[in-house]
């Protein structure tokens, strides 16, 4: 089976966001703050308006009002483009210069005068700042008497660990095409969620909802970044009502790295104490992330570590830091991936203070239920993740002296690290229509971020009609079609699948009602009596055949239609959901050469029913390849003196190449969840991320003996 | 980007004198920097002189045994082509090392040769940079350095030379090849590019008006093998952190003819002259290596981001140096 959109993208002819060319399209370029807080006192266009072709500058100081979102929709930045001449960033988008050519906007923004008045007080040093406590404290929980309990352990760690920020790196920017057709607005996105974009473009330019249409076809990769609304498409948008014709938009990569979201910088102090057999006796977890003077973004990295594992008494907090950068956004395994690169971290090294193998320590503390919610799990594979793991990679032949493992003048690390992710599921409504053509059509406002939603959703509903592939027309990426769910959180197949189920089962009941009405082709027979084979009704009995065209001839109708709804339901309350797995790594360092490679991560992950395989592991492939970005190369580095972004962008701001990709073994073991809805799907797209980095770190410390804390880990820190 | 007058040459002549009328003028070959740059805004030129169809992208032998590399020839060519990767094999692994194969397949020798700093200050346009602005400073210095030059710094800039290929040139002792109205001239590699000392905008011994129509590769030492090792956190297209040429023959167990060129650390392809003075005529061997890379070092000066530099680099000549004495004695 090929991908839905397979052939489309691989011959170019997919039409992402500001590919779209409109009649009398007009191009916008933004100028970006220099400075990281102050005010902004001028714009001189004067040379940009002398410019051929530039037909309007807007700025900060004279731009039309736009309205912020209400607190219960999420969005990128709470503060539109241009409220006031504040400025919270560097890199803060503070004027757009709209012109007949892309070339002539660049040139424009580049000749903008902005003039500022700059602060003394920035907030620029986050070590600074949480030396000096400056931490707002969002959320505590705990179990037990974690204290206490920490100083009667027989074995005890206490370490801080800290991840830097991360910036999603999509190929595609963030960039939109945006016109109005009378009062309505219609703008071609790069989103993650077409419901929620023409939901917060709504609110920010005072329209009702039905006059918003957010299409979204394809998604040049998201990674969290696209979730929610930024700039770009609110100014496409604005910058049309001003000249009056469609605008492209797009922030350029510099952009990227201040004004669409990061994966913000954290730090966590672990403590772990254990009794004399490795059973967890106490966990503390305590995570600081910086956030923007404009928003308070939780990175939650201690909820995993209060249920993944067994542990009577434990204390998770979480605090943030404002800071003069923009505002964090989640990015894939948000909260659970730098705060399992704290907890396995964490782990690792109480197996070394206690002389268990780390496979054996993680196995002796699986969690037999969610003590966090106090739930039974629907499902818990974890123990079998972690010995399919070992097994697969040859656990066993590890020699667990440091350093011990050698090959020429390489030195070869094992490390081995769980992975989590709390499976959710969301709302959503599918309309399936069997067509006069013998098609079908399904409908549903998600979206295909590249993970193979159109690809999935199409097999679900020739599974269920034996109609072939190539005769489902999916129908998404448009905020008009029936409300369907964020590609956010790993959700989308939990989601849809049991609606696609339900609308496409409605469907067809309802093709029968037609075949067994009077001058139905089935005239008389009993519904129960018939079934759809091959996309078409025939007899359980044997005999012929209808084509639906056939059924839908004999009333004169083009289609019948059925509609699905699913959401999350009692079972949320009865059983908690949670997807596990297990990483294990190899690494391989050559001191004298500075080189620290991974070169083979083998993966167990169960994360239910697996509706594609291609598909599904596709992203898991991918995610551990961005853990090994996590691991060894990814920081966005900002210069302390100014704020602004230093490696910005691809050739400073590293992700892996194809020549870092490890070899990889991954097992999806495939066995359906039996409470989260129809199927037992419960998502794929985090899990893979989460615990990598560890395992990697972990095979590091196996490798070299030097424990580093502070991602990423570079030569210098495993040099002398 | 600022507009440009853009004229296509098609002779050498006529490429000097279009860019000789006009002060501002810079010559346009893969443009895979200056095309970057133009975008960035970091150079405004008002001509830009495309010698893209100038007849020279041939490698040609020369009588001495020695090539003349043509300045277009393409790094993809180059690296490829048979007598580079038999005689001057660090060459071609260098090229190979460097950015990536679409890069390569657009980027020429001459603009290699030329090839501008990476200094995030120096691309982002707002920094204080003396390269870039004369006179406004250097943000480097107590910013962020992890990837900035330890030897042949001043204090006005402390920016790393990105070339590999430059490296091996250096090693192998090239000439650079100029050509202006008033004529030809050799530069030779450790003077074509000058120290930043106190005008970092001045970056080659080149007149206005003066194209690069080729580099000249002397014969290389009989019996010489040469390697080229480059250290840097991803496997692929990354600049170096630090990256060692090294050749040398062997003449009764004794090195010969040694060369040994740093990158990754230096302000301009570093020639380690006292490195090679120390190996000439010894037997090898690790301890002489050491003593060697040592050497190569000495007078360092690290910023707190980029001290790992100096062990880094030390580590590569040794490592280097052990390589080709591996390649010399397989070719007996």
Not at chain 1, 133 to 158: M, N, P, W, Y
Not at chain 1, 212 to 234: A, C, D, H, Y
Not at chain 1, 500 to 520: N, Q, R, S
Not at chain 2, 250 to 255: A, F, S
């Amino acid at each position: 089976m090929n991908r839905k959109d397979g052939h489309l993208k691989v011959t170019g002819a997919a039409l992402y966001a500001t590919d779209h060319q409109r009649e009398g399209q007009a191009y916008a370029c933004a100028a970006h703050s220099e400075i990281a807080s102050g005010e902004l006192l001028a714009v001189d266009a004067t040379a940009t308006l002398a410019l051929p072709g530039v037909l309007t500058v807007l700025h900060a100081l004279d731009a039309p009002k736009l309205f912020r979102c209400p607190e219960s929709l999420n969005v990128g930045e709470r503060r539109p483009p241009f409220e006031d001449n504040r400025i919270y960033y560097a890199g803060q988008i503070l004027a757009l210069v709209v012109a007949e050519s892309f070339e002539v906007a660049r040139h424009g923004a580049q000749l903008l005068e902005l003039k500022y008045k700059e602060d003394e007080q920035v907030s620029l040093d986050f070590e600074r700042d949480l030396r000096e406590g400056k931490i707002e404290q969002t959320d505590a929980s705990s179990r037990g008497q974690a204290a206490e309990a920490f100083d009667r352990g027989h074995a005890r760690i206490d370490a801080t660990y800290e991840t830097p920020v991360g910036i999603h790196c999509a190929m595609e920017l963030h960039g939109a095409v945006a016109w109005w057709e009378e009062e309505r607005l219609v703008v071609e996105d790069s989103t993650q969620w077409v419901v929620g974009q023409s939901k917060a473009l709504a609110n920010t330019f005072g329209l009702p909802e039905s006059d918003v249409e957010v299409r979204s076809r394809f998604v040049g990769g998201g990674f969290g970044g696209k979730l929610f609304l930024w700039s770009p498409s609110i100014l496409a948008a604005e910058a049309s009502r001003v000249v009056g014709r469609p605008v492209q938009f797009s922030l350029d990569r510099r952009g990227q790295f201040t004004s669409a979201g990061h994966r913000p910088r954290t730090r966590q102090r672990l403590r772990l104490a254990a009794d004399e057999d490795g059973h967890l006796v106490s966990l503390r977890h305590e995570a600081v992330n910086q956030t923007s003077q404009v928003d308070q973004y939780e990175e939650s990295c201690p909820d995993v570590s209060a249920s993944l594992y067994q542990c009577p008494n434990v204390s998770i907090s979480q605090g943030v830091v404002r800071s003069h950068v923009g505002t964090p956004t989640p990015m894939r395994g948000p909260g659970e991936t730098p705060g399992l690169w704290a907890l396995e971290s964490a782990l690792d090294e109480l197996a070394v203070e206690l002389k268990i193998d780390p496979l054996e320590l993680r196995l002796r503390n699986v969690a037999q239920r969610d003590e966090a919610k106090d739930l039974p799990w629907s499902i818990n594979l974890h123990e079998r993740c972690l010995r399919e793991a070992a097994a697969r990679f040859g656990w066993s032949q590890r020699n667990p002296e440091v350093g011990s493992m050698r090959e020429g003048s390489e030195v070869i690390g094992w490390g081995i690290a769980s992975t989590s992710w709390a499976a959710m599921r969301s709302s959503a409504t599918v309309t399936v229509d069997l067509l006069q053509s013998g098609k079908a059509r399904i409908s549903c406002a998600t979206q295909d971020i590249g993970t193979g939603t159109y690809t999935v959703f199409a097999q679900m509903v020739k599974e269920l009609t034996g109609l072939p592939f190539d005769s489902i027309e999916v129908r998404i990426g448009n905020s008009r079609l029936p409300t369907g769910p964020i590609s956010g959180g790993s959700m989308v197949t939990a989601t849809v699948v049991p609606a696609i189920a339900e609308a496409t089962e409605k469907a067809i009941d309802a093709l029968l009602d037609l075949a067994v009405a009077e001058d139905g082709p089935f005239a008389g027979s009993d519904k129960k009596s018939l079934r759809m084979v091959g996309g078409k009704l025939c007899s359980r009995s044997g005999g012929a055949s209808r084509s639906i065209g056939e059924v839908l001839e004999s009333k004169r109708l083009s289609f019948v239609s059925g509609k699905g709804e699913a959401s999350p339901g009692e079972e949320q309350e009865r059983y908690s959901f949670r997807s596990f797995g297990a990483h294990c790594a190899e690494v391989r360092w050559d001191a004298g050469l500075g080189r620290l490679r991974v070169s083979r991560v083998t993966s167990v992950i169960d994360s239910g029913r697996i509706i594609n395989l291609d598909t599904a592991s596709n992203q898991v492939y991918g995610a551990i390849v961005m853990g090994v970005g996590m691991a060894l190369l990814e920081e966005s580095v900002y210069d302390k003196r100014t704020g602004r972004p230093v490696t910005d962008n691809l050739a400073d701001y590293l992700v892996p190449v194809m020549t870092d990709c490890p070899e990889i073994d991954l097992s999806l073991l495939n066995v359906p969840d039996p409470h989260i809805g129809k199927l037992g799907a419960r998502g794929i797209g985090e899990v893979g991320l989460t615990g990598v980095a560890p395992a990697i770190g972990n095979a590091v410390y196996h490798a070299t003996g030097k424990r580093i804390r502070t991602l990423p880990i570079r030569m210098e820190d495993l040099m002398g | 980007m600022k507009p440009f007058h853009y004229e296509r040459a098609s002779t050498v002549e006529e490429a000097c004198s279009m860019s000789t009328e006009s002060e501002e003028s810079c010559f346009l070959a893969g443009g895979t920097t200056l095309i970057d740059l133009l975008k960035l805004n970091v150079m405004r030129p008002a001509k830009v002189v495309d010698v893209r169809n100038v007849d020279m992208d041939t490698v040609d032998l020369l009588e001495d045994g020695g090539i003349l590399i043509g300045a277009n020839v393409r790094n993809s060519d180059l690296a490829w082509h048979q007598k580079v990767r038999r005689d001057y094999q660090a060459l071609s692994e260098a090229l190979l090392s460097g950015a990536s194969p679409q890069l390569r397949n657009m980027a020429t020798v001459a603009g290699n040769v030329m090839q501008r700093a990476r200094c995030p200050y120096f691309r982002d346009n707002y920094s204080p940079c003396n390269k870039r602005s004369p006179g406004s400073g250097c943000a480097a210095l107590g910013g962020y350095a992890r990837s900035h030059a330890v030897l042949g710094t001043s204090e006005h800039c402390i920016a790393t030379h990105p070339s590999d290929m430059c490296v091996a040139l250096a090693a192998f002792e090239a000439k650079v090849r100029v050509e202006g109205l008033a004529g030809t001239r050799d530069i030779p590699f450790s003077d074509f590019h000058l120290l930043p000392g106190d005008r970092p905008d001045r970056e080659h011994a080149i007149d206005p008006g003066e194209l690069i129509t080729g580099v000249v590769l002397p014969p290389n030492v009989e019996g010489a093998s040469s390697v080229y090792l480059k250290s840097r956190d991803r496997a692929s297209y990354e600049f170096a952190l630090a990256s060692a040429a090294v050749s040398f023959a062997l003449v009764e167990g004794r090195i010969a003819a040694a060369r040994i060129a740093l990158g990754g650390v230096a302000t301009k392809p570093w020639r380690a002259f006292e490195a090679e003075n120390c190996l000439e005529g010894n037997e090898p061997s690790s301890e002489l290596y050491e003593e060697a890379a040592a050497l190569a070092m000495e007078g360092a000066i690290t910023q707190p981001d980029n001290a790992y530099k100096v062990p880094l680099a030390r580590g590569l000549i040794v490592r280097a140096l052990a390589i080709a004495r591996e390649r010399v004695e397989a070719q007996v």
